[in-house]
Every structure is written in structure tokens, then in C-alpha cells.
């Protein structure tokens, strides 16, 4: 299996990857279980959390509204199978006038993520009330467009508020590694910051500082730790520690990688003022 990420590659190898493990879902989960368990790996992989159906439907929902030729013809808006050209007058992904900006405002959106399922789990992970913050992003890539997210930990980006988070990350629709998925670098939530720090230096992005490589493997190798991955498959969800080091891949199949982060604070603490209105590609935050 051949993967990269922001066009770098990454051997798929048993020194650099290896199996996230799994929380099962098939009964009632036990919330300080699964608090240790969150504490222990920095994460919960919670396979088939979610309805798979209401999963998909709202991938066809988002990919119904682009312009003719940006699907292959013949497929479904749920498939969401990229045809290989973008129409010009699509403007960037997630500014006003794309698809993305529009769907994260809507009530279709907000139907899918007002789920009690979600709202508990983070209630029980937070030990009290939680609260959803307005921001919440869609994302979408393509094969060829060689865009992933780089090594980061969430809390450089959210460093204005209570560090008393959690980010659920749902795959929109199935998610293999080579379709762009989540990797989460192992026990990296017990690195202090100045163990990483470092690794700042070698980036793509130099005039931004928050964001630790897009070199995965150098990040893998510096750090001496692998990359988890799992098959990720519509219904899955993925929660994480806002200190855990995580990245994606570039996606390279025909199926295009959609998905949503959402993050839950303490009802009461203070949240990061830049994720208190709807997410837009080019608010900075």
C-alpha cells in the first residue's frame, strides 16, 4: 500500500504503523472505563457508534449540491466518486460560496450532529455537562489535490480557553488509510511539548508555527514512536485528547474523504472565543 501525506510519502511498514485498538460499542459503555481508557491512549476508537445510514445520507446530502462533472457519471452523490476535474467556478473548499460553508450552517447538518449519542459520551468523557462548540469543520479532499492535515495537537489551535476538551472526529462514509484517514501517533499525549518542538523546523508551512511537520515519517522516526490507523467505515467515530499528535493522509482513491470534527467543552468553562461562531476555511482560527 503506497501512502503520503501533503504529497510526502510513507512507507506502510510494521515499524512506522500499526493497529488502533478498539473500543467496543455492542453494550452499554461504562463512562469510567472508558475515561481510563481515553487517559491510557490519548483516544476511543468506537467502531459502528453511529448509524451508518444517517451516516451516508448526509454524504449524499453534501455531495447533491455540486455542480455537474465534479462526480463521475453514473455514481451517486452517497458514493461520492471524484471525476477527476473540479468546475472553475467551484471556489476554494470551506469559503462562502462553496458547498462546505453553506452545509455546516444548515439545519440537515445540525439534525446529524444534535445527537444524544454524541452529547452523552461527552458528557460522560467530561465528567459533567457538555457543550458543543459553534465551530465545527467539514472536511473534504480528492486524489491529486495532495492535501492532508500535518502533525498538530489540537490545543495549539484552540490555546485561548479551558484546555478541557474533546474532538470527535466522524468519518463521513468508509475511510481506509489511502482515503485520507486519521492517524494518530502512539502514546504521543504523554510528550511534553518540548520533546516536539523541535520537528517545527522541518515544515512546508514555515510562516505557521502551530502545526509540528507534514513529514510523517520524519515526525514517526524523530519521535520514535508508530502511526495508528484503522479501516475507518461510515458509523465509526473517533474521539481524542486535544494533546495527542495526529495527522491525515493524502486521499488517493476514487472515493473522495468527507468528514466532520466537532469539539465538546465543560458547560460552564470558558470556551476559545475563535470557536464560538460557524467554521469558514478562511476565519484563521
Not at 462548540?133 to 479551558?162: C, K, N, Q, T
Amino acid at each position: 500500500m503506497n501512502l503520503s501525506s501533503n504529497g510526502v510519502p510513507i512507507p506502510f511498514s510494521s515499524e512506522l504503523f500499526g493497529p488502533l485498538r478498539a473500543t467496543g460499542t455492542a453494550r452499554p459503555l461504562d463512562p469510567a472505563a472508558l475515561r481510563e481508557r481515553l487517559r491510557a491512549d490519548g483516544y476511543l476508537y468506537l467502531p459502528g457508534f453511529l448509524d451508518p445510514e444517517e451516516v451516508l445520507r448526509l454524504r449524499s446530502a453534501y455531495f447533491s449540491l455540486f455542480p455537474r462533472g465534479y462526480l463521475v457519471p453514473g455514481t451517486t452523490p452517497r458514493q461520492g466518486v471524484f471525476s477527476g476535474r473540479v468546475p472553475e467556478e467551484l471556489p476554494e473548499h470551506g469559503v462562502a460560496g462553496h458547498p462546505a460553508h453553506a452545509f455546516v450552517r444548515s439545519e440537515t447538518f445540525d439534525r446529524f450532529l444534535d445527537d444524544p449519542r454524541l452529547a452523552k459520551l461527552a458528557a460522560d468523557l467530561l465528567e459533567g455537562d457538555a457543550r458543543m462548540l459553534p465551530r465545527r469543520i467539514l472536511r473534504h479532499f480528492h486524489r491529486g489535490s495532495r492535501r492532508a492535515s500535518r502533525a498538530h495537537v489540537d490545543l495549539d489551535y484552540m490555546d485561548e480557553g479551558s484546555p478541557r476538551v474533546v474532538t470527535m472526529w466522524i468519518p463521513v462514509g468508509d475511510c481506509p488509510p489511502r482515503s485520507g484517514a486519521l492517524v494518530y501517533l502512539e502514546g504521543s499525549h504523554t510528550l511534553s511539548p518540548e520533546e516536539y518542538e523541535p520537528l517545527r523546523d522541518t515544515t512546508d508551512r514555515p510562516q505557521d508555527r502551530r502545526q509540528i511537520c507534514h513529514d510523517l515519517e520524519f515526525t514517526a522516526r524523530s519521535l520514535d514512536r508508530r502511526w495508528l490507523y484503522a479501516d475507518f467505515a461510515a458509523g465509526d467515530l473517533m474521539v481524542h485528547v486535544p494533546s495527542v499528535i495526529h495527522a491525515s493522509l493524502d486521499t488517493t482513491t476514487d472515493a473522495m474523504r468527507l468528514s466532520i470534527d466537532t469539539r465538546f467543552i465543560r458547560a460552564g468553562d470558558t470556551p476559545d472565543p475563535r470557536w464560538l461562531r460557524p467554521w469558514s476555511a478562511d476565519d484563521g482560527a
